[in-house]
């Protein structure tokens, strides 16, 4: 009880500390810019066209030119982002640099405050994630209570960014740990509570955005929210492709990496002199896309392709941030398009546009992040109307499925795999995919000399208690594998003076030493025998030792009991 008490507790003080950061965080991205001109506050107060022109034209470019820089500096040479939270602990590593944390931070930091068109709240996660691991590092936490940790440092930097602690316990649970274990459930809200008491009550930050007491939907504006869902899946899928084939796209260009985000910021700065609104985070857009009439259908149209062209441009051109506050913008244009064709459609003032707004808005970010609840939560949490919230349910309702039907869970979830972490098949598989089968290898075999005499190689299988030998010729390869009961039967057709090499050997598969212990429980299906040989194919087939049956399956069954107490233990 003590020690469960005394994860509360850590749980609250790194929400404390991670609601302290993410503010400062924010403050520094608003205060650049207002210095460097890219608010559209500062922008009003400029009195020389040609210095807004050059301000859009280089601010970008040379922040570019910084972030590119700093990304040097990680090993990985590109930003940490929340796919990287999410791998630590799906695969309970559990271990976050503190290094690439901080880089990234402050890469993000920049490329918000020159006007990156990417999101804050992908930064801010990685930044209380990383809090949390070097917390439980410090400490020496165990890697379950290390996860902990890290979803409490997630919990409140979404608490805190969006003034929603409900969503910040629930995204915690839903895209990092993606399990609801009680003795994480006290920690995660204790995290979340204080970081949201210090953000509204301390620092006094205000919501997102503000919406009045609307107008309820009629019941055939259901069936057309429910359309915006179906509709803003294919958006989502959209931007979550032009991301990544803007990324694929870049590896081909003949620019040093740390030159890409500036040449990302240069076209950035160039569409930002026609629409200015596809600058920065974005929120005065998010703002005016709720109120009917202050976009017309066509502007709406233009914003959002040219919002959703440039997000993909910096973000696949390594410009650091998050995907989830452009996708706040993408969908609130996008439904409140769909607000706007409705009323020309049906000729009068829309007194429910906000609805087509928000319900625009879940349809396009629950798909993004993988996380439908969380995304309603927001909704609820931010807006306190209930009628909003169920109107966004329908969006969701068809947008999630689809779209995870279509392109994967979330765009996190598609970058993992790319790096070789499927997460599609759950936790488990991806754990053991990502246990290297070499922890468990030995050379406790016996090993025979392709010149070995059949009784000679009985003898010795015999003294050492094992059923099968490896052959291995005197330059280290493997040939094959000749069980004692083959050995028995050809001694039994012979004197046993036969060379083994001579007796037709059993060819089995082999593992590779970079093969995961999925692999090698999959392989136990084809194979019957005590062990699996593991072979080096890149060095001329060397033999390396083998695997035994029996540490596979014990390796499966440890793995497997500690996910379940991680997942099922009270405290």
Not at 119 to 133: K, R, W
Not at 488 to 498: F, I, L, S, V
Request: charged letters at 15%; glycine letters at 12%; proline letters at 5%.
């Amino acid at each position: 009880m003590l020690r469960f008490l005394g994860l509360v507790m850590l749980g609250a003080i790194i929400g404390a500390v991670a609601a302290l950061l993410a503010v400062g965080f924010v403050a520094v991205v608003l205060w650049l810019n207002d210095l460097l001109l890219i608010s559209p506050r500062s922008r009003m107060m400029v009195e020389s066209p040609g210095v807004l022109v050059v301000a859009t034209l280089a601010v970008p470019a040379l922040g570019g030119l910084v972030v590119g820089l700093l990304h040097r500096g990680i090993p990985e040479q590109r930003p940490h982002t929340p796919a990287d939270v999410i791998a630590a602990v799906q695969t309970r590593r559990g271990r976050l640099p503190a290094r690439a944390g901080g880089l990234s931070a402050v890469s993000a930091m920049v490329s918000l405050g020159a006007g990156a068109s990417v999101g804050q709240y992908g930064p801010l996660v990685h930044l209380g994630a990383t809090l949390g691991s070097q917390v439980a590092r410090l400490l020496r936490l165990g890697r379950s209570n290390d996860n902990v940790t890290i979803a409490c440092g997630v919990a409140a930097a979404i608490a805190t960014a969006f003034n929603a602690p409900l969503a910040g316990i629930l995204f915690a649970h839903e895209v990092v740990l993606r399990h609801y274990a009680l003795r994480a459930f006290a920690p995660v809200a204790a995290a979340a509570l204080v970081g949201h008491v210090i953000a509204t009550g301390v620092l006094e930050r205000g919501a997102l955005f503000h919406v009045a007491d609307p107008a309820l939907p009629a019941p055939w504006e259901f069936a057309v929210f429910l359309a915006i869902g179906g509709v803003g899946a294919l958006l989502a899928g959209a931007y979550l492709h032009a991301i990544l084939g803007v990324g694929r796209l870049s590896q081909a260009l003949p620019v040093a990496p740390a030159l890409r985000p500036a040449l990302a910021g240069a076209l950035l700065g160039l569409a930002a002199l026609w629409v200015p609104d596809i600058l920065g985070i974005g929120q005065e857009t998010l703002r005016f896309a709720t109120i009917f009439g202050a976009y017309g259908s066509g502007e709406l149209v233009v914003v959002l392709l040219l919002k959703l062209a440039a997000t993909a441009l910096c973000l696949g051109m390594g410009f650091s941030g998050g995907v989830f506050s452009p996708a706040l913008v993408i969908g609130t244009l996008f439904g409140a398009l769909c607000g706007s064709l409705v009323s020309e459609l049906t000729g009068a003032p829309l007194e429910t546009f906000v609805f087509y707004a928000v319900c625009g808005m879940v349809a396009v970010t629950a798909p993004v992040i993988g996380a439908p609840l969380t995304s309603l939560l927001i909704v609820f949490e931010l807006t306190g109307s209930y009628a909003l919230t169920t109107a966004a349910l329908a969006s969701v309702t068809l947008a999630s499925p689809i779209a995870a039907q279509l392109f994967g869970r979330s765009l996190f979830d598609i970058q993992l795999r790319q790096r070789g972490l499927d997460l599609s098949a759950g936790r488990g598989r991806a754990l053991l995919r990502n246990s290297p089968v070499c922890d468990h290898l030995t050379r406790d075999c016996v090993a025979l000399d392709p010149v070995t005499r059949v009784a000679e190689a009985i003898g010795r299988l015999s003294q050492a208690d094992h059923g099968e030998g490896h052959l291995v010729d005197r330059r280290g390869r493997y040939l094959g594998c000749v069980t004692l009961a083959e050995l028995e039967a050809a001694r039994e057709g012979g004197d046993g003076r036969e060379a083994v090499g001579r007796l037709p050997l059993r060819q089995r598969p082999t593992l590779s030493p970079d093969a995961s212990l999925w692999e090698a429980m999959q392989l136990l299906q084809e194979v019957t025998g005590e062990a699996i040989a593991v072979v080096d194919n890149a060095d001329g087939e060397r033999f390396l030792g083998v695997v035994y049956e029996a540490s596979i399956t014990r390796a499966y069954l440890r793995r497997s009991d500690e996910m379940r107490r991680e997942e099922h233990e009270n405290g």
